[in-house]
C-alpha cells in the first residue's frame, strides 16, 4: 500500500478511534441512570436522586466533546436519546413510584407511565426538530431538567429531615405537570448563545462565583430553586409573550363623524 493510502487508513482509524469519546460519555449517563434505578429498587432514595444529577451532568458534556472533537454523527444523537430515555424517563419515574407515587394506586403509576411516555415523546420530536428549531429555544422542558426537577424534590425532603417514603397529591401533580410541560410548545431557554461565551463584564464574574460558593454551601436548597426556576420560565415566558403581543382594543369611533365610502375608493 502507497503513503498515500496508508496516510489515509490511518487518519480514517484515527478518526473511528475519536468517535468513541463522546460516546463513552454518553455511556457514562446512561450508567449513572442505571445505578440510579438500581438505587431506587434497593430504598436508597437519595443516592438515587444523586446519580440521575450526575448522568445529566454527563449528558450536558457529551454534546460538547462531540463538537469539540468534530465527531458528531447520527449514532451518538440516536444513541444519546436512547440514553436520555433511561435516565432521564424511566429511572426518574420509577424513583418517583416507589418514593411517593405507590400509595395513589392507578393514578400513581399512571403518572409515572405519563412522565416516560412523554419523554421519550419529546426526545423523537426534538431529533425531528433539531435542523429547523432555533438552537437558542427548547420547544417543551428539556427531558434532563424535568429529571433535575424530580431529583432535587427528592434531595430537598432528605435536607429538611424526612426519610423513606412520602404520601402527597402535590407530587402527583408535579409529575403531571412534568409531563405536560415537556410535550408543551413552551419555549425554554437552552443556553447555547454564543453571546455567553464572548468577553462579559467583571460583574458577571463575581456573580458567577458567588452563585457557585451558595450551591456548594447549601445544594440541595439551591438545584430545588434552580430547578423550579427553569421549569417555571417556560409558562411564563409564554404569558408574557401573550401579553406583549395582544392587540390593543380600537378605540370607538367618535359618532360625529360619519364615513365616506367615496375615500376607500380612493
Known amino acids: 500500500m502507497s503513503r498515500v493510502g496508508g496516510s489515509y487508513d490511518r487518519r480514517e482509524s484515527l478518526k473511528r478511534g475519536v468517535y468513541i469519546l463522546p460516546n463513552l460519555v454518553t455511556t457514562g449517563s446512561l450508567f449513572a441512570g442505571f445505578y440510579g434505578i438500581v438505587a431506587t429498587m434497593n430504598g436508597k432514595y437519595d443516592l438515587a436522586a444523586w446519580f440521575i444529577l450526575i448522568s445529566a451532568v454527563f449528558d450536558a458534556l457529551d454534546g460538547k466533546v462531540a463538537r469539540l472533537t468534530g465527531t458528531t454523527s447520527r449514532f451518538g444523537v440516536e444513541y444519546d436519546s436512547l440514553a436520555d430515555v433511561v435516565a432521564f424517563g424511566v429511572a426518574p419515574a420509577l424513583l ?6 405507590q400509595p395513589f394506586g392507578k393514578f400513581g403509576w399512571l403518572a409515572a407511565f405519563l412522565y416516560v411516555v412523554c419523554g421519550a415523546l419529546r426526545l423523537a420530536r426534538f431529533n ?3 435542523n429547523t428549531v432555533e438552537s437558542r429555544r427548547f420547544v417543551g422542558l428539556p427531558i434532563p431538567s424535568a429529571a433535575w426537577m424530580v431529583a432535587s424534590c427528592v434531595l430537598l425532603f432528605y435536607h429538611l429531615g424526612g426519610s423513606g417514603t ?3 397529591v402535590s407530587v402527583v401533580l408535579l409529575i403531571y405537570i412534568l409531563a405536560y410541560l415537556m410535550v408543551s410548545n ?3 431557554n437552552s443556553f447555547k448563545d454564543p453571546e455567553l461565551v464572548k468577553r462579559q463584564p467583571f460583574g458577571f464574574l463575581v456573580l458567577a462565583i458567588i452563585l457557585i460558593i451558595v450551591i456548594v454551601a447549601q445544594p440541595e436548597i439551591m438545584l430545588f430553586s434552580m430547578a423550579s426556576l427553569y421549569v417555571a420560565s417556560g409558562p411564563v415566558s409564554t404569558v408574557l409573550k401573550y401579553f406583549r403581543g395582544k392587540p390593543s382594543v380600537p378605540e370607538p369611533p367618535d359618532k360625529d363623524v360619519t364615513d365616506d365610502p367615496g375615500e376607500d375608493a380612493s
Not at 96 to 101: G, I, K, N, R, T
Open 96 to 101: 418517583m413510584y416507589s418514593w411517593a407515587l
Open 186 to 188: 413552551h419555549t425554554y
Open 128 to 130: 425531528v426538530q433539531v
Open 166 to 168: 412520602i404520601k402527597k
